[in-house]
């Protein structure tokens, strides 16, 4: 089956290449997250990308990747039960290991099934067959895995995948005094008269202690991939993820 790349790639955040030194004298280069921020995935929320992270694992000869999608799922409803992984969606580490922002291995995730009985198949980190925006989900190893449950699809890999709180801290009411010709949540913009809607009324953020964390009742998916930092090749690496759609080569 063929995938094409639909909304956009999410890199720490959106829009930037994690740079990152596997000895962790690391460097990034990285933009706001994103949630909801597009028609698109307002219409597919599966495929809508907010944070990736990377960080030393519980050995530490190991990384640790980690995806979050689906975000603004309500509170008390982060459940494998309400919310699952889109099966029409693959799920993609892609990491260039040569510098030329070129992915030379990729992680995969698929799923099947909906609610607490899903399956994950992983595939990866595996040379791709296919790069850039239309891809094929590579022959997936042989253990798979079941949504909310930590397992092993290779030794030494360790593979999660479901609900989590969402990481991201955004005091977006204040970011719609700032800017508030940008969208926002109704009911987030400031009591003014129309003809001062579109009118800065504060010109930067809360002091720490004062901000609100809008997202602090919100949860997203997660997928969290942890393997020896050797299995991705090379010193300094570049990771991004991505979402694309099963559909048919044009």
């Not at 949540?185 to 953020?205: D, E, M």
């Amino acid at each position: 089956m063929t995938f094409s790349r639909k909304g956009r790639t999410a890199l720490l955040g959106a829009g930037a290449i994690a740079v990152v030194a596997l000895g962790f004298a690391a460097s990034y280069r990285a933009t706001a997250s994103d949630h909801a921020g597009t028609t698109e995935t307002v219409r597919k929320p599966g495929i809508d990308l907010s944070d990736l992270h990377i960080f030393p694992g519980s050995d530490p000869k190991n990384v640790v990747l980690a995806m979050s999608v689906r975000p603004l799922i309500p509170a008390g409803q982060g459940t494998p039960d309400k919310f699952s992984f889109d099966t029409d969606v693959l799920y993609q580490f892609k990491i260039d290991n040569t510098g030329d922002n070129i992915e030379d291995l990729v992680i995969q995730a698929r799923f099947e099934g909906t609610g607490a009985e899903q399956k994950v198949f992983i595939s990866g980190p595996v040379k791709p067959s296919r790069i850039g925006t239309t891809t094929v989900f590579e022959k997936s190893d042989t253990a798979r895995g079941q949504i909310n449950q930590t397992f092993a699809p290779t030794p030494g890999m360790k593979v999660f995948t479901g609900p989590r709180e969402d990481p991201f801290f955004i005091d977006l009411e204040q970011l719609g005094n700032i800017l508030p010709d940008r969208l926002v949540p109704p009911g987030l913009k400031p009591p003014v008269p129309a003809s001062q809607a579109n009118v800065p009324q504060a010109t930067s953020w809360r002091p720490p202690g004062q901000a609100r964390d809008f997202l602090a009742n919100f949860n997203v998916l997660a997928i969290v991939v942890e393997l020896p930092k050797a299995r991705l090749g090379g010193n300094t690496i570049r990771v991004w993820e991505t979402t694309s759609v099963a559909g048919a080569v044009r």
